[in-house]
């Protein structure tokens, strides 16, 4: 089959919790063809989903959050890379193209946190929004779900961190400036290359480089903390990019810089394999044996303390260039831990007293 173009995945994998699958056979295609030129129009749907609660308990000691919350299941980014594309089987789709094309949203999940925030057990600390795909992805445009859960976030004067690789989270500025006059916000935004080429290849329906690297100009000058995730560390594809990546964001007023090294867990193995054998022919078995290299000799790590790490000296090798980076270039920022002592539970105002 062709490049599909404006998308990571090129196929759909099999889902590991149904017992069957299909695939449509090229001869299909072909015979679709003739019938209609447009057989695959290539377009996303999305449906409405209804959940009974929003707020996710982080288990993984690897992350740097104890709670978590996500308004879309599914990317229309369509990082090749992705972790959370395994995510998507638990719904009854593939974790390749289905990922992207077929996204579920919550409309009423700003009424949820709400709803969590009153309740009588709840004690403030920060929720990371969104930790598994991306709450600022194209249909956030439209349904501004995510600025409304921002909305609750101020209303409550609760902590929140988001990561985001979308520059429609400038749309939200305000919001973002009177969340961190009260330090109650931290932004991660996540930058993989400073090339464009590499971009459009790994991430192909996200915001430019240009537009992700004058998102952290513009946050950083309002004030409010930015955290670039150089996330993941490609092995031959953006490893030689740390130092100057590192050097450009801190100059644009970014606090910090964290990173992973790519790990490929569950489908995404097979998708990624398939994905880079066809976007990078000449340097496949490198790229792949590089990785594995990484992960003592596998493409899949699910370890706790080492899956975001890696180990070997090729993943020495990456933690060294940015302990140098940060010695360079970030030596003297600081990024200020979030206030959870404003959360105000029942809204006081002076009213209440009366």
């Known amino acids: 089959m062709e ?18 699958s299909y695939e449509v056979l090229d001869d299909f295609l072909n015979y679709c063809a003739i019938e209609n030129e447009n057989s695959d129009d290539n377009k996303t749907s999305y449906l409405e989903i209804f959940p009974k609660t929003i707020i996710n308990k982080v288990k993984s000691p690897d992350i740097g959050a104890s709670f978590s919350m996500n308004p879309y299941q599914g990317c229309e980014h369509g990082c ?6 395994n995510s998507h089987e638990y719904w009854g789709y593939s974790a390749g193209l289905d990922f992207e094309r077929k996204i579920l949203y919550k409309n009423n999940a700003h009424k949820l946190l ?5 309740s009588r057990n709840w ?12 709450c600022y992805q194209p249909l956030e445009r439209k349904l501004q779900i995510t600025r409304k ?3 609750v976030f101020l209303k409550f004067k609760h902590p929140v961190g988001i990561i985001t690789k979308n520059a429609l989270i400038l749309r939200d500025l305000e919001l973002l400036k009177e969340l961190a006059s009260l330090n109650l916000v931290r932004v991660n935004i ?33 004030d409010i903390p930015v955290n670039v995730m150089m996330a993941p560390i490609i092995p031959a594809i953006n490893n030689h990019e740390i130092l100057p990546l590192v050097k450009k964001i801190s100059e644009l007023g970014a606090k910090s810089v964290a990173y992973t090294v790519v790990r490929l867990n569950g489908a995404i193995g097979e998708i990624f394999s398939k994905w880079v054998r066809k976007t990078y022919p000449d340097r496949a078995d490198k790229i792949l044996h590089q990785i594995e ?8 790590e699910s370890r706790f303390g080492v899956r975001m790490r890696g180990e070997g000296k090729f993943a020495e090798q ?7 980076a940060r010695k360079l270039y970030l030596k003297d920022s600081v990024l200020p831990p979030l206030d959870c002592s404003l959360f105000d539970k029942n809204q006081t105002n002076q009213m209440s007293l009366f």
């Open 114 to 118: 709400e709803k969590k925030l009153k």
């Open 123 to 134: 004690q403030a600390v920060p929720i990371m929004l969104s930790g598994n795909t991306d």
């Open 3 to 20: 490049y599909i173009k404006g998308r990571g995945a090129q196929h759909n994998t099999h889902n590991r919790f149904l017992q069957h």
């Open 149 to 151: 859960i921002l909305e």
């Open 318 to 324: 990456i933690a060294m260039q940015f302990q140098l």
């Open 293 to 300: 290299d990484c992960h003592n000799g596998t493409l899949n």
């Open 80 to 85: 090749i890379y992705c972790y959370a594309r």
């Open 190 to 222: 996540s930058i993989t290359s400073l090339s464009e080429e590499t971009r459009k290849t790994l991430e192909p329906r996200t915001a430019s480089i240009k537009k992700r690297l004058q998102t952290v100009e513009v946050l950083s000058k309002n």
